[in-house]
């Protein structure tokens, strides 16, 4: 893990980035490894990525924080992040893998309410998405607003989204 980081950290390879962060993505599965990404400043290193030109890696960097935020310590250094994930779903193509990628982190981030006024200025773009995405967007923004609506601070901001 310490030296995919460090490769991931090192290179301007789009490719090589991608792969990296598939592989980072998938020992993201076993909880152990969470923690050692995270002890290993893996979480900003691959946060960092979201600010990528492309697409592809940005995706992968998404699908590698959203198995990492499975863990509450790392929820707490993810949240950061939160604000660029709902840009970056807001400006991705619509039904994108991309788009996709952010939402469902998005999801995750949102199981408790700790961060949901992050996501605040996104619902109009939450609305806008159950109406004109796919089903499979749809389906991924629903999880977002229904964890979104089980917090009383958010009715107020839920029920005045411009639509």
């Known amino acids: 893990l310490h030296k ?3 490769l991931l950290q090192g290179t301007d390879d ?3 980035q991608e792969q990296a962060l598939i592989t980072l993505s998938n020992s993201a599965a076993f909880s152990v490894n969470q923690d050692i990404i995270r002890n290993l400043d893996g979480l900003s290193i691959i946060g960092g990525m979201l600010s990528d030109c492309v697409p592809k890696v940005k995706e992968k960097a998404l699908n590698a924080l959203n198995n990492l935020s499975m863990n ?3 929820q707490e250094e993810i949240q950061v992040y939160v604000m660029q994930v709902c840009k ?3 400006t991705a ?3 994108s893998d ?3 990628a952010g939402l469902r982190l998005l999801t995750n981030m949102s199981v ?3 961060y949901h006024h992050k996501m605040r200025n996104s619902i109009p773009c939450f609305f806008h998405l159950l ?12 999880k977002v607003l229904v964890n979104l609506s089980a917090n009383p601070a958010m009715t107020r901001h839920l029920l005045r989204a411009q639509v």
């Open 4 to 6: 995919l980081i460090h």
């Open 14 to 16: 789009p490719l090589i």
């Open 72 to 74: 509450i310590k790392n």
């Open 88 to 90: 970056n779903v807001e």
């Open 93 to 95: 193509p619509l039904n």
């Open 98 to 100: 991309l788009q996709l």
């Open 112 to 114: 408790t309410s700790d």
């Open 131 to 142: 109406s004109e995405g796919t089903e499979r967007t749809q389906i991924q923004v629903l």
